[in-house]
């Protein structure tokens, strides 16, 4: 029963992590975009921030008893090499919409 139960947080957790990673980069394309004409689909960023963040809170909430456990915020403030990660960027475009609710 417990191997079960490891089996689902770990299968949930796959898939909170895929969708804040696909939240994440389309934040970071609609950024990019702004960032090369000039302007923002502010409304756009803003929707994805707010998934992006309410991803993360839901997916924190996951019991972490699984022998890997859940990552953490530290996994995405920075990458393998270690420069800047996700949520450096994500907060880029937070603070360029000023979308300050954290």
Do not use: C
């Not at 803003?46 to 909430?61: A, Q, S, T």
């Not at 996951?62 to 994500?90: C, E, R």
């Amino acid at each position: 029963r417990a191997v079960a139960k490891a089996l689902l947080v770990s299968v949930k957790a796959g898939v909170y992590v895929s969708q804040i990673v696909h939240t994440g980069w389309t934040v970071m394309a609609e950024g990019y975009s702004g960032d090369r004409r000039g302007y923002y689909n502010v409304t756009s960023i803003r929707e994805g921030i707010m998934k992006y963040d309410l991803l993360w809170k839901e997916y924190k909430n996951l019991p972490s008893f699984y022998p890997v456990g859940l990552m953490t915020d530290k996994y995405w403030q920075h990458n393998n090499s270690g420069q800047p990660g996700m949520a450096f960027s994500i907060d880029k475009y937070r603070n360029i919409t000023k979308l300050n609710n954290w």
